[in-house]
């Protein structure tokens, strides 16, 4: 069964410093898709980054960029320069298998301070 | 704009009165989903469907219905409604059921059942 694994509920950053958002994962799917979301207090779901399974480089989306150590099957989220906006709740999200569907973490709340 | 709409964004109800939330997008996408969020379990899928007429169970789909008369909408329908099914719900769309491409989610419903 495939399975998402985010072991810190919460974490603090002061702002303009870097932080790393841990995730693992298990499955058996040799093909399957890594992604990262952002849920602020307003509720919506923010999408961040995407990690193919056959990706040989880390992906990087503006200060985003996702770790991926797939022997180690770890997949995560690295935000630098954090601002305050960045305050939220990040769910890592694996997609695989024939199902279609993405299969969440319990999340982290990051909270930024100034 | 390319996005997922979901109505209504709010609603509280009394148990056992049916009620339906809309899903609606405009980007064509053959996978359509509806998952629910529950503090401290993350987002879990109740339905999904991969095509017109084609719907199937998710992880946690007792007490809901679900159907896909057309491509772009895919409404969930609560026949009895229970105070267990108070949370929040998202809908989601994405181009194929494959691993890579992103889901897009719609805004939520925040469903109360008293």
């Known amino acids: 069964a495939q399975k998402i694994t985010q072991t810190q509920p919460g974490m603090f950053v002061q702002e303009k410093e870097a932080v790393t958002l841990d995730c693992t994962y298990d499955t058996s799917d040799p093909s399957y898709g890594l992604f990262w979301y952002k849920q602020p207090s307003s509720g919506e779901m923010i999408f961040l980054i995407y990690?193919?399974?056959?990706?040989?480089q880390n992906a990087t989306e503006g200060r985003y960029s996702l770790n991926f150590q797939k022997a180690r099957k770890s997949a995560n989220l690295v935000i630098s320069a954090s601002q305050l906006g960045d305050s939220a709740m990040y769910f890592c999200?694996?997609?695989?298998?024939?199902?279609?569907?993405?299969?969440f973490g319990k999340g982290t709340k990051l909270s930024v301070k100034p | 704009e390319a996005q997922v709409t979901q109505n209504p964004r709010y609603l509280i109800t009394v148990t056992g009165k049916k009620l339906t939330v809309t899903c609606s997008q405009n980007?064509?996408?053959?996978?359509m989903s509806w998952y629910r969020q529950d503090p401290g379990l993350g987002l879990r899928q109740i339905y999904y469907?991969?095509?017109?007429?084609?719907?199937d169970k998710g992880d946690v789909p007792e007490g809901y219905k679900v159907s896909r008369k057309e491509k772009r909408n895919f409404p969930l329908i609560l026949e009895s409604p229970s105070p267990n099914q108070t949370s929040l719900y998202f809908c989601a769309s994405s181009l194929s059921v494959g691993p890579a491409g992103e889901q897009y989610f719609g805004p939520g419903t925040r469903l109360t059942v008293t």
């Open positions: 980007m064509n996408h053959e996978y």
């Open positions: 469907s991969m095509n017109v007429e084609v719907t």
């Open positions: 999200a694996m997609k695989g298998g024939s199902q279609g569907n993405l299969i």
């Open positions: 990690q193919g399974s056959y990706d040989q």
